[in-house]
T-cell receptor, first 115, second 113 residues
């Protein structure tokens, strides 16, 4: 069964460092998302991406965040200068909006720990 | 903005018994989707069940079923014949036509042997 894959599964970084989280969405999906879950809290929307541009972003997604689809398969989330409060689980998701299920398929998540 | 409310932070159930998780939401949309996601200790988000708002029939997926009350904006999840593997955090989620998910705060379900 097709699935969304994310790397790394866990990354530890020092405050102020740049981090890139990678995602490979399901191959025929055209819509991509990043969500964030701070430990013990709800899952929060960060950004949606379609046709090589951001469709929508939340207030969490400030200038320190960027997304990119550098080739035909990867979808990346970059945090330029990490802060302690960026420590969270980051979930990538993809969907095909022409389906009538509305379903987003999530990856297993990338845990980011900022020290 | 859509809000999703899960009023039960934690629920405990004996193995083989039934537990019902509540979820209410607030929206002015008429067409939308509702989901229940399961997040086990591995922390992966796993889709349990979905409901399209235009469908009156409640969705069922094996031991999981929902009670969708559109007028009341309520979407509860019933887990029947609970199994130890059902122990997880369960999130109710709302999706409008822009395909952005809004999640509730989650309910931790513990199945006791």
């Amino acid at each position: 069964e097709p699935e969304v894959t994310q790397t790394p599964s866990h990354q530890v970084t020092q405050m102020g460092q740049e981090v890139i989280l990678r995602c490979v969405p399901i191959s025929n999906h055209l819509y991509f998302y990043w969500y964030r879950q701070i430990l013990g809290q709800k899952v929060e929307f960060l950004v949606s991406f379609y046709n090589n541009e951001i469709s929508e972003k939340s207030e969490i997604f400030d200038d320190q965040f960027s997304v990119e689809r550098p080739d035909g398969s990867n979808f990346t989330l970059k945090i330029r200068s990490t802060k302690l409060e960026d420590s969270a689980m980051y979930f990538c998701a993809s969907s095909e909006r022409n389906s009538n299920t509305g379903e987003l398929f999530f990856g297993e998540g990338s845990r980011l720990t900022v020290l | 903005a859509q809000t999703v409310t899960q009023s039960q932070p934690e629920m405990s159930v004996q193995e083989a018994e039934t537990v019902t998780l509540s979820c209410t939401y607030d929206t002015s949309e008429s067409n939308y989707y509702l989901f229940w996601y399961k997040q086990p200790p591995s922390r992966q988000m796993i889709l349990v069940i979905r409901q399209e708002a235009y469908k009156q029939q409640n969705a069922t997926e094996n031991r999981f079923s929902v009670n969708f009350q559109k007028a009341a904006k309520s979407f509860s999840l019933k887990i029947s014949d609970s199994q130890l593997g059902d122990t997880a955090m369960y999130f109710c989620a709302f999706m409008r036509n822009d395909y952005k998910l809004s999640f509730g705060a989650g309910t931790t379900v513990t199945v006791r042997a």
